[in-house]
C-alpha cells in the first residue's frame, strides 16, 4: 500500500490499484477479526464524536460527521473544531468570513479583503476573502458546503469565498486541521472547513444589526423563513450585509513617516510639486513651481517627500445580498430526494493611491527646466504626483455566484445507503480601473514643444483636454467558472467484528470546470481586448474503512476501546497527471473520559487552472510599475518592473505529509469539563508560489539567488523584449533598475509543527446563573521554509507575515433568565519584523471583544415582545490600535500596523434585534 502521495502518470490501471489497496485493508481488518474474537454478536459501540453533534431539529440520527464519509461516525484520528449555531450569533462580526477569522487556526494572510501581500493575493483583484488554516496558504483549505465542493470564487476562480453562505443561514461549521486529501481531494492540505446549513425550521426569524466605528459602518439585515411537513421540510434564508471602505485618513497610525513610533521614513519622491532627478542628483521643486527664470531656486541633493497612500483606502466598501434555500422530500420508502441552492452578488468600491510616476521629460518640452550645474543636453526625471491635476483612479467591481446541488438518498439492503449528487455552479467576477495612466498619451505630451498643450510637470497650470488623455487608461478584468460535480457515494456495514461493525464508504466523482477569463486595457476610446477559456476535468474514485476493535464488548485493561480507520483517494486531472492519497487514522480509549488519536496521510493540491494553463495568450498578463520597500537604501522605496505572466505549464501539483496526536479528555473529578491538545506537523512540498504582489520581496533577495525571480539592472534589451511582449501597467521609468518575476513557480517548501489546544468548562449556580468558560488557540513549536529549489530550510517562526508562535481567544458566557452576556479576549504574541533593519520586536496584542442579548419577551408579557431579542455588542472595547511595526506601506498593506494580525478599524459599536414568529 502507498505511504506518500504519487503524483504523475501511473503505469497500468491506477483504478485498479486504488481497489486493490481497498481490498487490502478489508483483507486486513477480516483478519483481525478472529484473532479478537470473543463473540458472535457484539453490540454496535455507539461512534464517538468530537464534534458537536447535530441539533435535534434536524432529526438525523446519522449524520456524515466532516472528516468522514461513513455516517454516525466522526473523523478518527483528527478532532474537530466546531462553531454551533450560538457561537455564530454571539460573533459580532457581519460576514461569514470575519466570523471565521475569529477561530485562533485561521490566519488572516493572502487571499483577504485586507491584506493582499502574501500568497494569492496578486489574483484577488475582487477583494474577497479565503480561509488559511495556520496560515500555510490559502490555497491549502478546502471549503465545503454541506459536505460537497462549490464553484471557485474570483476572476481566476481560484478560491471559495465562505460569505457566499450568509452566517444568518449556517447551522454550524466544522473545520478539519489536518490534511484530508484522502477524503475530499485536492485543496485540503492544511484542512477542511464545512459551511453546514440550517434545516428543518419551523418559525420565521427576522433580524437587523448596525455597527459604528470612528470613519466606519457597517449594517446586516436578514430573514429565515421554514416548515416542516411529513416526510419534507423547506428552509430559506435572505441576508443583506454592507461595510464602509476605511481610508487611510481616518487613522493616524497609518503613515508613510513613521519617525514619530521609532520607524523610518518610507514617504515617496513622486510629489505635486515633485523632485526632478538629473545624472542622480535630486532637486525639489519648489511650492508654486520652477521655470526655466526660477531655475536658480532648485537646490541639488534636496526632496520633496509626501505621503501618497494616505489617501488610499485601508479595505474596500463591500455589500452582498445572498440567498440560500434547502429542500427534502422523502418520495417513497427509503428514496429521499434533496436541492440545496444559494446566490450571492457581491459589490466593491475602492479608492486606491494617488496617481503617480517617475516621469521622463525631454529637453524639447516647453517646461523643461535644467537645474545650474547639471549636465546639458540630458533628458530628465520628474518623480510626480497628479494629486493636484487628475481624479483619483477608482477600482470597482462585482462577483456574483449562482449554484444548484440536487441528489437522492437512497437505502439499500443490510443497512446500506447510497447518495447520487449532481452539482452545477457558476461564478462571475468583475474587476474594473477607471482614469489609469496612459502611458503612450503621457509619453507624446512630454514630448509635445506646443506650450498650450504639452504636459507641465514642473508646478504649472494644464490643459484639461491634456489631462483627460494621459488619465483614460481602463482596465476590465472579467472572469467566469463554470463548475459540474457528479458524485456517487454508498456506505453501509460490512460484517460483524467483536467491538461492532465495519462499515465501508465507496465512491466516484466527475468533476468538469470551465473557466474563461481575459483583460480589456488601453485607452477608453480604444482598448484591446482578450479572453481565453480552459478548462479542466478531474475523475476520483475513494474508499473508505471504519473498524471498531475493542468496546464495551471485549475490552481489556488500558483498552476500553480502539477505532481504526482507512481511507484512500486516487484522483485523475485532465492537465497534471493522477495522484493517489492514503490516510490512516486511531482513537485509543484506555479508560473512561480520556481518548488518545493519532493520524498520518499524504495530500496534494493540484495547480490552479489558469495558473497552469493561464490567460497569457489574448487574455490577463502583462507588466506592473511598483514601489518596493528596499533594504540597501534604508528600506525606501524603489520603483521595479514587475512581470505577471499569469501561468506556467512547467507547474507540478503540490504535495504534503500529515500527522497529527492528540489527546481529549473529561477528568471525572471535574463535571462538565473538557480538554484537548493535538500535535500536528506537516510536511508541505512543491509549493507554488508567485511575487507579483509580494513588494517586501527585496527583504529576501539573497535567498532567491539563483531563481532568476529578481534581477538587478536588467539590460536595455531584456526591458525591451519584455515591453514589446506584454501590455504595460502605469508609466515605465527611463532606467528600469529592477525587474521581478511574478509568475507563479514550484519554489517553496516548508515543515510546521506545534499544538492545538482548547478547554471549555460549564458551571451552574442556583443564584447567579450558569457559566460556561472556553479556551482555543494555536501554539507553533516550528516554521521553517526554504524559499527555493536547493535553498536552506530558513526559520520564519514568529517573523512578520508568518505564522505565530501564539494565537488564542479566550470567551466567558453567562446566561441568567432573560439576560446572555458574553466577554472574549484575543491574544497574539509578540513576533519580529525582521523586514526592518535592526530587526524590530512588535509589541503582543490583546483585545477584548463584549457581546449582550436581553429576551425582551420575559420582561414585557405583551405579544409584541414575544421572542424579541435585543441584543447590543462591542469589538475591540478599548479601542486600542495595532502594534506599531516599522514597514513601509504599500497597496497591499503596511504603514504603521501589520494588516494579516490586526484590524484598523477600532471600536465598533453595535445593536440589533431579532425577531422569531
Request: glycine fraction near 10%; proline fraction near 6%.
Amino acid at each position: 500500500m502507498a505511504t506518500a502521495a504519487q503524483v504523475g502518470k501511473n503505469s497500468g490501471n491506477p483504478r485498479m490499484h486504488v481497489i486493490a489497496q481497498a481490498v487490502a485493508m478489508l483483507c486486513a481488518f477480516g483478519a483481525m477479526a478472529p484473532a479478537i474474537a470473543q463473540s458472535e454478536a457484539a453490540p454496535v459501540a455507539a461512534p464517538a464524536v468530537e464534534a458537536a453533534p447535530a441539533p435535534a431539529q434536524e432529526a438525523a440520527p446519522e449524520v456524515v460527521i466532516t472528516g468522514s464519509r461513513i455516517r454516525g461516525i466522526a473523523p478518527v484520528g483528527s478532532s474537530v473544531v466546531t462553531l454551533g449555531r450560538s457561537d455564530i450569533e454571539q460573533s459580532g462580526a457581519v460576514s461569514t468570513a470575519k466570523i471565521l477569522q475569529e477561530v485562533p487556526q485561521v490566519f488572516n494572510l493572502g487571499v483577504s479583503e485586507n491584506s493582499r501581500g502574501q500568497a494569492g493575493g496578486a489574483g484577488n483583484i475582487t477583494f474577497a476573502s479565503a480561509i488559511n488554516l495556520r496560515g500555510i496558504g490559502p490555497f491549502a483549505t478546502l471549503t465545503l458546503v454541506d459536505g460537497h465542493r462549490v464553484v471557485a470564487q474570483g476572476t481566476t476562480g481560484a478560491t471559495v469565498d465562505p460569505s457566499i453562505i450568509p452566517a444568518l443561514a449556517l447551522q454550524r461549521v466544522e473545520i478539519i486541521a489536518d490534511g484530508a486529501s484522502a477524503i475530499y481531494g485536492s485543496d485540503a492540505v492544511a484542512g477542511v472547513a464545512n459551511l453546514i446549513l440550517r434545516r428543518n425550521q419551523e418559525a420565521l426569524e427576522a433580524t437587523v444589526r448596525y455597527g459604528h466605528a470612528d470613519g466606519y459602518n457597517e449594517r446586516m439585515a436578514g430573514a429565515l423563513w421554514g416548515h416542516k411537513w411529513k416526510g419534507g421540510q423547506v428552509t430559506a434564508a435572505i441576508e443583506h450585509t454592507y461595510h464602509s471602505a476605511l481610508n487611510g485618513q481616518d487613522r493616524d497610525f497609518y503613515t508613510g513617516d513613521l519617525r514619530a513610533f521609532g520607524g523610518g521614513d518610507f514617504r515617496s519622491t513622486q510629489c505635486a510639486p515633485g523632485n526632478i532627478v538629473i545624472a542622480g542628483t535630486s532637486y525639489a521643486i519648489p511650492q508654486g513651481g520652477v521655470t526655466k527664470a526660477t531655475a536658480g531656486s532648485l537646490a541639488p541633493n534636496t526632496s520633496n517627500k509626501c505621503d501618497n497612500l494616505k489617501y488610499a483606502d485601508l479595505f474596500p466598501r463591500q455589500e452582498r445580498n445572498s440567498g440560500v434555500i434547502t429542500f427534502n422530500q422523502e418520495l417513497t420508502k427509503g428514496i429521499k430526494f434533496f436541492a440545496d441552492g444559494f446566490a450571492t452578488r457581491r459589490t466593491y468600491r475602492l479608492s486606491p493611491t494617488i496617481l503617480a510616476a517617475n516621469l521622463t521629460v525631454p529637453q524639447a518640452n516647453p517646461f523643461y527646466v535644467r537645474p545650474p550645474g547639471a549636465p546639458a543636453g540630458t533628458n530628465e526625471t520628474v518623480a510626480y504626483s497628479f494629486l493636484n491635476d487628475l481624479p483619483p483612479n477608482i477600482a470597482r467591481g462585482k462577483s456574483r455566484t449562482v449554484e444548484l446541488t440536487t441528489g437522492l438518498d437512497i437505502a439499500l439492503p443490510m443497512d446500506w445507503k447510497t447518495t447520487v449528487l449532481y452539482t452545477w455552479g457558476k461564478n462571475e467576477d468583475l474587476a474594473e480601473s477607471l482614469h489609469g495612466l496612459n502611458n503612450a498619451a503621457i509619453s507624446t505630451a512630454l514630448a509635445d514643444t506646443n506650450p498650450s498643450t504639452a504636459l507641465n510637470v514642473f508646478g504649472g497650470a494644464n490643459n484639461p483636454a491634456t489631462l483627460a488623455k494621459i488619465s483614460n487608461n481602463i482596465g476590465l478584468s472579467p472572469g467566469e467558472t463554470i463548475f459540474k460535480n457528479a458524485a456517487v457515494k454508498a456506505d453501509g456495514p460490512l460484517f460483524q467484528l467483536p467491538a461492532g461493525k465495519l462499515r465501508a464508504a465507496v465512491g466516484f466523482e466527475h468533476q468538469d470546470v470551465r473557466t474563461e477569463g481575459g483583460q480589456t486595457t488601453g485607452p477608453a476610446d480604444n482598448p484591446s481586448t482578450g479572453s481565453v477559456v480552459i478548462t479542466r476535468t478531474v475523475k476520483s474514485a475513494f474508499a473508505e474503512l471504519a473498524a471498531p476493535i475493542i468496546g464495551s464488548a471485549n475490552a481489556l485493561p488500558g483498552v476500553e476501546k480502539l477505532d481504526l480507520n482507512a481511507a484512500i483517494r486516487y484522483d485523475k486531472y485532465s492537465d497534471v497527471g493522477s495522484t493517489n492519497n492514503p490516510k490512516y487514522g486511531v482513537n485509543w480509549v484506555p479508560f473512561q473520559g480520556l481518548t488518545v488519536r493519532g493520524s498520518y496521510g499524504t495530500s496534494f493540491r493540484a495547480p490552479g487552472l489558469t495558473n497552469i494553463q493561464g490567460f497569457t495568450n489574448g487574455g490577463r498578463g502583462g507588466l506592473f510599475v511598483q514601489n518596493y520597500s528596499d533594504p540597501t537604501i534604508g528600506g525606501a522605496l524603489r520603483v521595479g518592473l514587475t512581470l505577471s505572466a499569469g501561468r506556467n505549464p512547467d507547474l507540478k501539483p503540490e504535495t504534503a505529509t500529515t500527522r497529527s496526536l492528540g489527546v481529549e479528555w473529561e477528568p471525572a473529578f471535574l463535571e462538565r469539563t473538557k480538554f484537548g491538545l493535538t500535535y500536528f506537523t506537516i510536511n508541505y512540498d512543491n509549493q507554488i508560489v508567485g511575487y507579483l504582489s509580494d513588494l517586501t520581496i527585496l527583504n529576501r533577495e539573497g535567498q532567491l539567488a539563483g531563481t532568476g525571480i529578481i534581477q538587478r539592472n536588467p539590460s536595455p534589451a531584456f526591458i525591451a523584449q519584455m515591453l514589446a511582449q506584454y501590455p504595460v501597467n502605469n508609466v515605465v521609468p527611463q532606467n528600469v533598475t529592477l525587474f521581478v518575476d511574478g509568475s507563479p513557480k514550484n519554489l517553496g517548501q516548508s515543515i510546521s509543527k506545534g499544538f492545538d489546544f482548547s478547554a471549555t468548562h460549564r458551571m451552574q449556580t442556583e443564584n447567579w446563573g450558569d457559566f460556561t468558560f472556553g479556551l482555543n488557540g494555536t501554539y507553533f513549536t516550528k516554521y521553517a521554509y526554504a524559499i527555493a529549489p536547493g535553498a536552506p530550510m530558513v526559520d520564519q517562526l514568529n517573523t512578520i507575515f508568518n505564522p505565530l508562535r501564539l494565537k488564542a481567544r479566550l470567551n466567558t458566557t453567562w446566561n441568567y433568565g432573560p439576560y446572555n452576556a458574553s466577554v472574549f479576549v484575543n491574544y497574539i504574541n509578540a513576533y519580529d519584523n525582521n523586514l526592518a533593519a535592526p530587526t524590530q520586536k512588535v509589541a503582543s496584542s490583546t483585545t477584548f471583544d463584549l457581546r449582550f442579548n436581553y429576551d425582551m419577551g420575559s420582561a414585557f408579557n405583551g405579544r409584541w415582545a414575544k421572542d424579541l431579542t435585543l441584543s447590543a455588542g462591542v469589538v475591540n472595547l478599548f479601542d486600542k490600535n495595532p502594534p506599531f511595526v516599522n514597514i513601509a506601506q504599500s497597496t497591499n498593506g503596511g504603514g504603521g500596523f501589520d494588516p494579516t494580525l490586526t484590524n484598523p478599524t477600532g471600536r465598533i459599536i453595535s445593536v440589533g434585534l431579532t425577531k422569531r414568529f
